[in-house]
């Protein structure tokens, strides 16, 4: 967004309303000339997390950007000639935005500053001080004089009047500094007062009054957002401002673009779940429960539950996505007298939720497995070969599942598929490769996209001519139907032997941490557990991760363990969030799109084979054939057509992108800016 200040600014440097134009030298008698602006961003880095946060943001968001190390001695020196040139005789500024670790990293009287500062001024790019403190070097008073120094735990700050009408319009207001631990600091920085020329954009209360964290100063022709306080590209408080911080830097015209996405998949719908013991601490009727046998119990929906969700998807106004297995719930009915109400309500509600293939009767789609040892194994031949399921079962799992649904007037998308377990994929050092027959059957049934468990394979990647989806796991095990049997469980794994538990945090002290003492177990799911597993998705959401969360059925029966999570996560987004930043509750298909694109766009920046910039009201963009561009611009962009315009991109926390190309008979992207 454009704010007072900066036009207050550009008024006194620009000799053009749209961007300032660099007269040529008076020696060549030519009319001033509107510069080229590349739309990339410079970041002059110093190791420190606050500029590695913001560099996270251009990366994740595909935002071109050139990183100068200020360590390494085979840098570039940042001069005039470094910074601008002229291209077809017109003079071009190479950054539309400068990154600083703060004011002035370079040192007093430097010459690098020096070429920072005139070009900045010439061509009017903001520049952004990732990290400083509060002194009138940045247009703010000694926090000795109504400010404050020290930790910010748990400071509950607020954006500004100015910052609701200027970059961080989206936000809701409040912006809560984490407070994870009382017995570990997590954030410092300082609040100053302002002085003249700054405009404070998020503060938070000092004694009687207020005192700025974040602001724009504008002085001496230029202007810079000046951040007072430490983060790293994790805390929530950096994740609520990084959307601002970028529209601010570029002036709302940039390549990328962010969403804040959600979707919760429930798997083994129809399908009963076996439950955990607390007793023999393992799942009887699992894989590896030693004395199980005789104890199975399983945990499946009710009529109840299923009246439940659809209900309570109308009050969230959100939608989830039940991934079924229609045989598992056949073969249920079979053994109950040939009643099933949960699935009769499900269907009688169908239209409520999206639905996905979850394989007819789950099995597993890998190897023939030989579960008599542990881990288990797989069985091989005489030759030595490993034995798979064949295609024409993987086939027949996928093609009876979606046939059922048909029948039952379900709507699916049979280009969308999730294997039970994700089985058929890779599955560690047990099946290190793809089941060979798997591609096939996918290309057999239309599948073209395929989900995956992120904690293994996080990135996209083939699967014959599909892609994979990964899916985020959560801390809502598959195996409880109760908060007391969620908390026994999460003891077991998180908690010391000495403390009871199984030692597995012990074992793996690299991806995992001991709690300090077991959760108690009637209190600790909603008191300790549900607040972790919240803000753990709530991070997933505000950092432009389209991927989907999964859980299970059984988290929708007996104690809907489920809900407590996703209440938490919606409803502390929207109370963050203002409406025109709703939360992105889509399809697997398009999310499996928008990794494609990000992983082609990102190849394309990587090999330096797009160009973008902006000269006047016009933006220009050019990305090798068959490449979308995510673009972001302000309100009233126009693009343009073979014949006349139309409106660009869709509405987004005040702006508007989307995924672009050229159109019929063009070789670039045309945008006009709106005056």
């Known amino acids: 967004m454009v704010s007072k200040n900066r036009m207050n600014r550009v008024a006194a440097v620009m000799a053009a309303a749209a961007l300032v134009s660099v007269g040529v030298p008076a020696a060549t008698a030519q009319a001033a000339v509107t510069p080229r602006i590349d739309l990339r961003v410079l970041v002059v880095d110093d190791g420190g997390t606050s500029v590695e946060a913001i560099t996270a943001e251009l990366r994740d968001t595909g935002v071109p950007y050139t990183r100068v190390q200020l360590g390494s001695s085979g840098r570039p020196v940042i001069n005039a000639a470094y910074l601008s040139d002229t291209v077809d005789g017109r003079p071009r500024a190479r950054f539309q935005g400068v990154v600083l670790p703060n004011e002035n990293p370079f040192g007093e009287g430097s010459a690098e500053m020096a070429a920072l500062t005139a070009y900045e001024t010439t061509y009017g790019i903001r520049q952004v001080d990732a990290y400083t403190w509060s002194h009138p070097g940045v247009g703010l008073e000694y926090t000795d004089n109504g400010g404050y120094a020290g930790q910010l ?35 410092y920085g300082f609040m100053g007062r302002p002085r003249a020329g700054y405009t404070s954009y998020l503060d938070a209360p000092v004694g009687s009054g207020r005192a700025s964290l974040v602001g724009e100063y504008t002085h001496d022709g230029r202007s810079e957002l000046v951040v007072t306080f430490g983060y790293n590209q994790f805390q929530q408080q950096f994740r609520l401002l990084a959307r601002g911080i970028v529209e601010w830097l570029t002036q709302g015209v940039h390549i990328g673009q962010s969403r804040n996405y959600f979707a919760v998949h ?37 009529a109840a539950d299923a009246q439940y969700a659809a209900q309570w998807q109308t009050s969230k106004n959100f939608k989830l996505d039940l991934l079924f297995n229609a045989g598992a719930g056949e073969e249920w009915k079979a053994e109950h007298g040939g009643v099933d109400a949960m699935t009769a309500q499900l269907v009688a509600d169908r239209a409520e939720y999206r639905w996905m293939n979850h394989t007819y009767t789950h099995p597993f789609l890998g190897c023939v497995q030989d579960t008599t040892t542990s881990p288990w194994t797989c069985v091989k031949d005489a030759q030595g070969a490993v034995r798979y399921m064949s295609r024409a079962e993987i086939s027949a799992q996928i093609r009876d599942n979606n046939n059922w649904a048909a029948a039952k007037g ?109 959760v108690d177990p009637d209190t600790g799911y909603l008191d300790y557990i549900v607040p972790q597993e919240a803000r753990t998705a709530l991070r997933h959401v505000l950092a432009n991760d389209p991927r989907p969360h999964y859980v299970h059925q059984s988290n929708l029966a007996e104690d809907r363990t489920l809900y407590p999570v996703v209440n938490q996560v919606l409803d502390t987004y929207r109370s963050l969030y203002a409406p025109s930043a709703p939360i992105v509750n889509q399809s697997m298909k398009d999310t499996g799109v928008e990794l494609s694109r990000r992983a082609a766009w990102d190849k394309a920046l990587a090999d330096n084979q797009v160009t973008a910039y902006r000269i006047g009201k016009d933006v220009t963009v050019k990305a090798p054939s068959g490449v979308a561009a995510p673009v972001t611009a302000p309100n009233g962009t126009r693009k343009q057509l073979l014949l006349g315009t139309a409106d660009f991109g869709t509405a987004y926390a005040g702006s508007r992108s989307t995924w672009t190309s050229p159109e019929l008979l063009q070789s670039a992207v045309t945008l006009r800016l709106p005056s």
């Open 153 to 187: 735990d748990g400071t509950r700050a607020e954006v500004t009047a100015a910052g609701r009408t200027g970059p961080f319009g989206y936000l809701g207001g409040q912006v809560a500094f984490e407070d994870n631990s009382p017995l570990v600091p997590e954030s």
């Open 266 to 302: 429930v798997d083994d719908v129809f399908a009963p779940d076996a439950r955990w013991s607390k007793e023999l601490n393992c799942t009887p009727g699992d894989y590896a429960c030693p004395g199980g046998e005789g104890q199975e119990s399983t945990i499946r929906m009710t």
């Open 410 to 518: 379900i709507t699916t998308d049979r280009t969308e598929l999730v294997t039970g377990e994700h089985s058929g994929l890779k599955t560690g050092s047990q099946q290190p490769q793809d089941n060979p027959n798997l591609a096939g059957a996918l290309a057999d049934n239309g599948v073209k996209w395929a989900g995956s468990d992120n904690s293994r394979e996080p990135a996209q990647r083939a699967v014959g001519a599909a892609l994979t989806v990964p899916r985020h796991p959560m801390n809502v095990y598959y195996n409880t139907g109760t908060n007391a049997e969620m908390a026994d469980e999460y003891n077991w794994i998180y908690t010391s032997r000495a403390q009871g538990g199984s030692g597995v945090c012990e074992d793996n002290p690299a991806t995992s941490t001991c709690l300090p003492a077991p």
